[in-house]
């Protein structure tokens, strides 16, 4: 009944009543929804029902949906609305895709780079050699080009300062 009902409040915009449908799986962790909740996450333009699905679908909890989320975080039609779909993949494992949230965390905004690393930081599977040595080569040289910007940053300071005092 839910599938039917969530299917005709989304397609006839009615977002109020897919929300209160989308409460009730989340309260029944219904498994059968999840087909259908995939399916809207992936399509749907609007950013307040895909962060509403992935919420659902991480109440949930099925590891089933860990791979559809990390593609709808990594489209690019997302970006600037990840931050969400990165906290509805607290609930997993995802230490098979240490790679996508490093990459995250360096590209994020914010709130995107707090989630990347709250994930990171709660990686309790194993992590091959090759992960690993990418992901600590790739944070070396974010923080290289972090450390030049500070570099070029606190010398047009110090100009900008002599400019006051002539």
């Known amino acids: 009944m839910n599938n039917n009902s969530l299917r005709s409040a989304i ?10 449908i989308l409460e009730e799986i989340s ?3 219904d498994i059968q929804a999840i ?12 950013a307040l029902l895909r962060n509403s699905i992935a919420l659902t679908l991480s109440d949930i909890g099925n590891e089933e949906v860990v791979q559809s ?20 993949l607290e609930p997993f494992d995802c ?13 994020g905004k914010f709130e995107v780079q707090a989630q990347a690393y709250q994930l990171i930081e709660s990686i309790k599977g194993e992590l091959s050699e090759e992960v690993l040595l990418s992901c600590i080569i790739e944070v070396k ?16 300071l110090e100009m900008l300062l002599a400019f006051k005092k002539k």
Request: a negative charge; hydrophobic letters at 35%; zero cysteines.
């Open 141 to 156: 040289e974010e923080l290289n080009e972090i450390e030049r910007q500070k570099d070029i940053m606190s010398d047009t």
């Open 69 to 88: 989320l990390i593609d709808v975080i990594n489209d690019p039609k997302t970006l600037g609305y990840r931050g969400t779909l990165l906290y509805a």
């Open 27 to 29: 309260r029944s962790k």
């Open 35 to 46: 087909p259908l909740l995939i399916e809207y996450l992936q399509s749907t333009e609007n």
């Open 95 to 107: 230490s098979a895709y240490l790679e996508t949230l490093i990459y995250h965390l360096i590209n």
């Open 11 to 20: 397609e006839n915009e009615q977002f109020e009543k897919a929300e209160v």
